[in-house]
């Protein structure tokens, strides 16, 4: 599978697989801009290790989709996802390697869900095997990133506080997988 930018979508897809893709990339868009936001705050060296090797994943997965998915097949909402990734690292860089790891921890469990999805709709399709085994290393990496950070972060046993951010970050997420599949 090249990735090369694409041109356009091949005429196999289906429809809902281009929605799925552009959430995918709308999604690694705003995870890239999560850990610039991390990096612009955070002073711990653990973190800030973290959020470098975790980074260069995430922006390994957005040049992957960058490759299958037609710049005009992009979210029209993408410089909200930038800003949104960003605040979603750079609050809690501000209160600590705690809730940062709370933080990475709640998105990558939503995203583990949400590539898992494709993957298992893919399969019962039996279509597109490239893309299954493309979608599905994402998510092996992401589960990781989710590991990492809960066993960092010594949780997912939370405080309320951290349960409620975590709320708000998973649900946020959901919200702009809604939004990004239609805009």
């Not at 281009?18 to 705003?30: F, I, M, N, P, Q």
């Not at 991390?38 to 002073?43: E, Y």
């Not at 209160?95 to 709370?102: D, E, N, S, T």
Request: overall charge negative; hydrophobic content about 45%; some cysteine.
């Amino acid at each position: 599978m090249s990735t090369t930018t694409a041109e356009t979508i091949p005429a196999a897809w289906p429809a809902w697989l281009v929605d799925e893709l552009r959430s995918d990339h709308a999604g690694e868009t705003g995870a890239v801009r999560i850990y610039d936001g991390i990096l612009a705050f955070s002073r711990d060296p653990a973190v800030r290790d973290f959020a470098t090797r975790h980074r260069e994943t995430e922006q390994g997965h957005l040049d992957l989709l960058n490759g299958l998915l037609p710049p005009a097949e992009h979210s029209r909402l993408l410089p909200i996802w930038r800003v949104a990734g960003w605040l979603t690292g750079a609050l809690p860089a501000l209160f600590g390697p705690r809730a940062v790891f709370a933080t990475v921890d709640a998105v990558e469990t939503f995203v583990d869900h949400h590539y898992r999805a494709q993957t298992e709709r893919l399969e019962r399709e039996g279509i597109l095997p490239e893309i299954h085994a493309l979608l599905e290393r994402c998510r092996e990496e992401e589960v990781h990133h989710r590991d990492e950070a809960r066993e960092a972060g010594e949780g997912p046993a939370y405080g309320p506080l951290l349960r409620a951010w975590a709320w708000v970050v998973g649900s946020g997420s959901a919200a702009a997988v809604a939004a990004a599949k239609r805009i």
